[in-house]
């Protein structure tokens, strides 16, 4: 796997970084020709990381599993050494015996239990076999499919719970919530916005795509995009019903946008990711923008979070702000919040080059930053999840732009205390005891000589 010479290159070419020199400059989506990407690195480094070419989306079992997608397939890793990490298992061809296989555009998996699901492509254009697969993972070095449903939609994200997969099913006409028996493989049911109110046909599809789902305890989660947030009931999968409308402009603004294409990648819409913490009383909502290509005042996207622990009577509770960007449109460095976890009263978030942070949100009125890395040159976080509370975190980055960028792979970060030393949304220091937050700017160090420095520290602290 080569990880200790990809993580000493990872943390080589950020030192450079650090004495004012970034080692790239990230070109094409997501990285503007000759953009320098500001502050690199920052935060204690990791304690390993793993090389992984199309990583997207990470999910965890008990702690140590993880499963990736990898845009052709998904892999599995054994975390419980955050130092050296491994492969346990790669599938890749995913449906290569299926008519117009093998699926393509994996970017999303989901586990519950011994399942796994795999759905892809995650946009449209593609001929290749349209699918949500279901796999029995629990032995993890031998994943076998249980059931395929097939498609005519893309399915960008997708839920696993219970025995019913939840799918994105964007045709661009309806939007559809679309729910499946996990093991038969068949249709159970769908919901629409448009079966809501008929007056959603007026807005633009692009502002009201179905990007993402999350399901706890008989509701669904929907962001809706710029439609906002919506909570329906799924106690009964086959018929979901409207509980609440967390956020979102009316439809009869929406309606009257002129410029669609524009709005859908602005504030203050683009709800585009959901998810509850564990007893389900807080909603974070992550929202996706950039700054618009004429320079409005707009930029990167944070996180809401809400009460609701009455689902009928959402509230909106605090918000955490964005990391800052030398450039903060579609073509320069994106710092705009991607996927993130609710757990343990805190918030493991991932933020493209902008990197992954950990807040206490105990208080959810008044997050608390106790962990922020980034390194954009080298970095672009996808997702930041729970590993083993109080020992790591970890976080999958999409490959960075650019000529000399860093490749796909899986990050494992210490799991900060809650009284370490943190720079505030507001750039204050809070108090803290030593220990790990102590390595903030230890950024002349080698590669190799942080990583041992950054799990010393750790394994002291344990």
């Known amino acids: 796997m080569h990880r200790r010479s990809f993580l000493r290159a990872a943390c ?13 400059h990230p070109k094409g989506s997501g990285g503007g020709e000759g953009t320098p990407v500001s502050e690199t690195p920052t935060g204690p480094d990791p304690l390993g990381s793993l090389r992984l070419t199309g990583a997207k989306e990470a999910v965890v079992r008990d702690g140590t599993t993880v499963f990736l997608a990898t845009t052709d397939g998904f892999a599995v890793v054994d975390a419980s050494d955050p130092v050296d990490p491994t492969v346990v298992s790669r599938t890749d061809s995913v449906l290569d015996d299926q008519e117009d296989g093998p699926m393509e555009g994996i970017w ?37 499919r249980v059931a395929v449903h097939e498609t005519e939609y893309p399915i960008h994200n997708a839920f696993l719970t219970d025995g019913v997969a939840y799918l994105t099913a964007n045709d661009f006409e309806s939007n559809w919530l679309v729910t499946v028996d996990a093991d038969a493989g ?56 409207v509980v609440s409308r967390v956020r979102g402009r009316p439809v009869e603004e929406l309606a009257a946008v002129e410029n669609a294409s524009r709005e859908a990648t602005a504030l203050p819409g683009n709800d ?15 929202v996706e923008s950039w700054a618009a290509d004429d320079g409005a005042d707009d930029g990167p996207g944070g996180i809401h979070l809400y009460d609701v622990a009455d689902p009928t009577d959402p509230r909106k509770r605090g918000s955490i702000h964005p990391p800052p960007s030398p450039d903060p449109t579609r073509s320069g460095v994106w710092t705009t919040a991607h996927n993130f976890e609710l757990a343990d009263d805190r918030c493991y978030s991932s933020w493209y080059q902008g990197g992954v942070k950990v807040h206490d949100v105990s208080e959810p009125s008044t997050p608390r930053e106790l962990f922020h890395w980034r390194d954009g ?84 602290r344990r």
């Open 186 to 241: 068949d249709e159970l049911g769908r919901w629409s916005l448009l079966d809501h109110d008929d007056a959603w046909a007026d807005v633009e599809p692009v502002m009201r795509v179905l990007h993402d789902v999350w399901v706890a305890d008989g509701l669904a989660y929907l962001a809706h995009w710029d439609a906002g947030t919506w909570i329906l009931d799924v106690s009964d999968p086959a018929s979901p019903a």
């Open 12 to 24: 080589g070419s950020a030192v450079l970084g650090s004495v004012g020199t970034a080692s790239a």
């Open 108 to 144: 999303d998996v989901k586990v519950d239990g011994d399942r796994l699901l795999v759905v892809g492509p995650a946009n449209g254009g593609r001929d290749a076999v349209h699918a949500a697969v279901v796999y029995d993972v629990g032995d993890p070095s031998d994943p076998e």
């Open 377 to 460: 040159s080298q970095t672009k976080f996808w997702t930041a999840q729970r590993g083993v509370p109080g020992e790591f975190f970890l976080a999958s980055s999409w490959e960075s732009p650019g000529d000399e960028g860093g490749a796909g792979g899986l990050y494992l970060f210490p799991d900060p205390a809650t009284t370490e030393s943190t720079t505030t949304e507001s750039g204050a220091t809070d108090s803290a005891d030593d220990g790990i937050g102590s390595l903030v700017g230890l950024g002349a160090l080698t590669g190799a000589g942080l990583g041992a420095l950054g799990f010393s520290a750790w394994r002291a």
């Open 272 to 286: 585009h990711f959901v998810t509850v913490d564990d007893g389900g009383t807080v909603l974070g909502v992550g």
